[in-house]
Structure formats: structure tokens, C-alpha cells
């Protein structure tokens, strides 16, 4: 079981080399985080882009960019296409985000025919290593889902799990976090459906993995707080993994944990054929390394 | 202006000494937590509730209480009763729950006649300090108004830029926090509301503060984030207050903070004539006394 990233990062180094297709490359921000995974021993990738503004904008930064294979497309839709392709066709196996918008990206990826849609949904997944705590923490969805339905937390968990499997971790315990404990279906619905998703786990209707909720944080993640509170759960306080009910509460998670909390943060897109790598400028350069890490590992 | 909690009790040790109304007193932590405070100087107590049992558990915890006035009602609604007539009458300056249910308590404090209600709504304040940011956070509602509508939204913001005021700042700076910090109106209802306090903030509808949204939590906190973006604001990473969109959003905020990023806490209701201290049995021993110094502060 993989607790922090630094274990996750060398398990990449000594692992095959994975090829990142990079839809739209000229990015500075984006080739210095490629230029960094590839110094590491990470991944390699394709440029897909530009050739020109490729090239200048690895000039004006000093970035090396000698030992990318470079693919010439300068329109932004043909460079996302041929960038998806690579992935269709077993050239690459994970996909990243350029120059191009999000929009135009998740179309060309959730495109029936020649995108990398699977039978589920797409859906961010945050992960965190904090000192308060002693492994790393999943957290889904900061990014992608607004206001999940039921039926769309199943498929967030889902792919949540996976990725707890891929990290190594043989039975994910998986909180749904509310803002209390008791279920209040009326004034807090999410309550209510994390209690229908717990007592699905109860029936034995998921495999391989344990959910219970609703929990709030402090039960999720400290087993004083459920002590205290006198919640009995096998996932109170050992949390692998925390669903939230609504992106404000999940983008504030993920915020406040790389941004206030000095926690070391991941972000990934899943649910597709491939993890999807999709950085935002404002991301430090270690949470653009750990991302790309990441999608590396699960892929 | 208190830029800390350390300043916030010291300011509080020098000055008069406030009297705190417990409702239904026979409560271990919290006659613990009230002679915490006695003990650093920082407020005195008037105990409302079953003498033989205060008296009990009090010698069983070693709890010295023999500086505080103590009142012997062994019902729960009439302990409730004259803890708010306490207030009332000007006997005390702030109410602090004990073992009485946060219904029952609630109920009295809202009752028209008898209670301690004012024209605005109460609201949850959550104050926090941490590292990474040099000063205090003011956030709210992380436990009393579920989905707030706009317009509770802007009593909320009232109520805890008086708040900001007590402590000193004298023009608090207001981030609407959502996931985004683009306007969505449809998908995101939260970002136009926050829009809409934005524009009447820039029109000159409040005075003494500014607000400034939609904004990322990132945007709220890091004047870098903002840069990057591109976004000009004068709210952004400097803000005072967060009032972010639901329960869920602020419960979050709020423990994980206290409970995952080792900030200084401190949680009350205002809102209502007085502040009110509403531990929670969970919250550690510094966060109860961290209430009872900020609810002294602003009373």
C-alpha cells in the first residue's frame, strides 16, 4: 500500500516508462512540468501542437524538449483529435492538457466514436498526503460533477476506488461526507443518500470496498471525534477516501488543502480510458509533478 | 487590529471581566472549559442548572468551582429559561450551551418574547488561524443555515463583518467562495449570487466593507492564484471573510481546518443579542476556550 507520494513517485521511476500524448503543448507551464517527469524518470510524452511555438516557447525557457517526439498540428481541435488518437490507437497511455480549452477537450474525450469515454462517469479526484494523517487521502469531486445524484456518487465511488487499487489499497474505506452524522433527509438530502450508499455496503452490494455515511469530516477522519460522538463504523477515522456531496464543498477541500494546509496534492481526471492530466496554471509546480505522477501510476 | 488568537486573550484578560449564562450546567467538558477560562483570567461564570449534579461532577473531574455563582434549576427548559434571563436582565453577557439539546436551546433563544433574538439572522462563525496566512479567517456558515438564499446570504455577511469589526478590522474584505470564478447562473446558482453581492458591494449598497465574488478559495487566499488568472480584486488574497455557499462547503472548511491542518479554532453562534457558545463535545480543549475568549471579545 502506497501511504505518501514520495513511495508513489519511485514505484513510477522503477516501473516501464509511461508516454503522456500532450493535446495542445505550447505551454510553458505544461512543458516545464513534462521537462520535470521526464528528468525524474517518470514519463515520457508527445507533443502534439505547434511545432513553431513549441519550439520558441521551450527556447525562451530554457525547457529541453529534445527528447519529446514532436507531433506538427496547429489547430486546436486537429491537436486534441490526434492527441486522443495516440491514446486510441496504443501509442500513449495517458492524456494531458495543453494550450487548449477544457471544454473543447472533454467533447473530443467524451466523443461516442473517436473520444475515451467508458460505460461510467468522469470525475476529479483529488488525493492528499497531510502529516495530521497517516496515509494518503482521496477525495472526489473537487472539479467535474456539480451536484451528484445518487446514481452519480455510485459511479464517482466507483471510480475513486479503482484508483485506491491501483495505489495498493486491497479495501478502500470510503466516507460520503455530510456536515453532520444524523440523516436529515428533507432539510439535508446528501444526508440521505449517504446513508442509502452505507447501507447498500451493509447489504454486501459493493465488492472490494466498505462505504459509510453519513460521516462528518471530523468523524471521517479522526477516531476521537467518533469515540467522542459515539459513532461505531469501520471507516470513521481510517478514511481512504471521501465523497462529497457538491463541488463548492469539494473545490473548497481540495483548495484549502494545497493552498492552506501545505498538504502535497494530486488532481486527476477519471473515469475515461486513460487518467487525464489537466493542471490549472494557478497549481504549484509540485502539484502539477505529483498529478502527472499519479496519472502515471494508475494507468 | 488582532491579527491572532494570542492577541484576541490578551486583549480579553485586560479588559472587564465578561459573565458567562451556562444553560443547564452539569456538563464535565464544559466546567472544565469554563474554569480554563476563570483561571486565565478571561471570564467569569454563572452556572444555571442541577446543583447536586454540577457539584458532583465537579468533584469527580477535580473541577474547582467555587468562584462561580451557581443557580439550582433542575429542569432542562426552565435551566434554559433563566440562562437567557441572565442575559436579559443584564445579569450576564454571553450564553453558553451545556448539557441542554441544541434544539431546546435554539428555540429559547429564538423565542419572540423571551429569547435573545434580533432583527438579522443567526448565523455560525468559524475563526480560524493558521501559518500560511498572516491573519485571522473569518468563515461562515459551517452549522446553522443549510442552503442559504441570497438574502440570508447578506445577513450572514452582516453578521460576521460585525464580528470582523469587534476585532478591529476596520474595512473587512468579503470573498463570496465558490467553485469557480466564473459566473454560471444555471449550473451554479451560488455563482451568481455571489455576483449579485459583488455588484452591489462595487455600487456602494454596503458600507464599511467590501465583497468581492465569485471566488475559488485559491483566488480568496492567494494574491498569486489571482495573478495568475488574471484576476483583479480587491477582495482577492486578502480576504478577511469567507462565506461560502452551503453547510456541507463550510463544514468542511471548518474541520478540516481544525482537525487536518492544525489551525487554531474557534466556532460561535451570532447573530443574536449576544454571542453564543455551542461547543461541540468533539471539539478539543483549545478550541472551547479559543469560543468562550472570541465570544468575550465581542460581547
Redesign the interface.
Known amino acids: 500500500m502506497i501511504k505518501n507520494f514520495t513511495q508513489l513517485v519511485d514505484q513510477v521511476k522503477s516501473s516501464k516508462n509511461r508516454r503522456i500524448s500532450v493535446a495542445v503543448a505550447q505551454d510553458a507551464d505544461v512543458l516545464e512540468a513534462l521537462q520535470r517527469a521526464k528528468k525524474a524518470n517518470l514519463a515520457d510524452a508527445v507533443l502534439v501542437g505547434d511545432h513553431k511555438k513549441i519550439s520558441r516557447i521551450a527556447q525562451e525557457n530554457r525547457i529541453n524538449i529534445e527528447k519529446f517526439e514532436l507531433i506538427d498540428v496547429k489547430d486546436e481541435k486537429k491537436a486534441v483529435a490526434v492527441a486522443i488518437d495516440l491514446i486510441r490507437t496504443g501509442r500513449a497511455d495517458l492524456l494531458m492538457k495543453g494550450l487548449c480549452s477544457t471544454a473543447i477537450l472533454m467533447k473530443a474525450v467524451l466523443d461516442k466514436e473517436k473520444g475515451l469515454r467508458q460505460a461510467g462517469l468522469l470525475s476529479h479526484l483529488g488525493i492528499f498526503e497531510?502529516q495530521?494523517?497517516p496515509k494518503l487521502i482521496l477525495m472526489s469531486d473537487?472539479?467535474l460533477n456539480?451536484l451528484p445524484t445518487l446514481d452519480e456518487k455510485l459511479k464517482i465511488i466507483e471510480n475513486a476506488v479503482f484508483v485506491a487499487k491501483k495505489l495498493g489499497i486491497s479495501t478502500p474505506k470510503v466516507a460520503m461526507?455530510?456536515?453532520?452524522e444524523k440523516i436529515n433527509p428533507i432539510?439535508?438530502p446528501?444526508t440521505a443518500d449517504a446513508a442509502v450508499i452505507a447501507k447498500m455496503s451493509e447489504r454486501g452490494q459493493f465488492h472490494g470496498f466498505i462505504v459509510d455515511g453519513p460521516l462528518?469530516?471530523?468523524n471521517a477522519?479522526?477516531k476521537?471525534?467518533c469515540q467522542?460522538?459515539g459513532i461505531r463504523s469501520e471507516v470513521g477515522g481510517v478514511t481512504d477516501i471521501a465523497i462529497?456531496?457538491?463541488?463548492?464543498?469539494?473545490?473548497?477541500?481540495y483548495?484549502?488543502?494545497?493552498?492552506?494546509?501545505?498538504?502535497r496534492t494530486a488532481g486527476i481526471i477519471i473515469g475515461a480510458k486513460v487518467p487525464i492530466v489537466l493542471t490549472s496554471?494557478?497549481d504549484s509546480d509540485e502539484t502539477k509533478f505529483l498529478s502527472i505522477a499519479t496519472a502515471a501510476k494508475i494507468c
Not at 461526507?177 to 453532520?180: E, G, N
Not at 462529497?244 to 477541500?253: C, T
Open positions: 497531510i495530521s494523517y473537487a472539479g456539480i461526507i455530510t456536515a453532520v432539510k439535508m446528501a462528518a469530516l471530523d477522519f479522526s476521537k471525534s467522542i460522538k462529497v456531496p457538491n463541488i463548492e464543498a469539494g473545490n473548497i477541500f483548495k484549502l488543502m494545497s493552498y492552506l494546509a501545505g498538504a496554471r494557478a
